[in-house]
């Protein structure tokens, strides 16, 4: 899945900041680069999940083994998620 990008002069908006929330929570990271993101269009564990790590190290300005470990953290909730549906 390819990162949205989007306009970041835009206000947040309470979708946006319950969206970082829930990320920040489910995958145990900093508010803000959740926050950084749902502004890079990734907004649930399984947009994570589906992005590259290379998205992840672009939107959240992260190194390559960041950006992996991130990737694994979303893919193994993602896959939780989906066992228990």
Do not use: F, W, Y
């Amino acid at each position: 899945m390819e990162a949205v990008e989007r306009d970041n002069s835009q206000p947040i908006g309470t979708d946006d900041a319950a969206s970082a929330l829930a990320l920040a929570n489910r995958l145990g990271i900093a508010s803000d680069r959740a926050m950084s993101l749902v502004k890079g269009g990734l907004r649930t564990v399984s947009d994570v999940a589906s992005s590259t790590p290379g998205d992840l190290a672009r939107i959240c300005n992260l190194n390559p083994t960041q950006a992996r470990i991130l990737h694994d953290s979303a893919r193994k909730a993602s896959e939780e998620d989906a066992v228990c549906r």
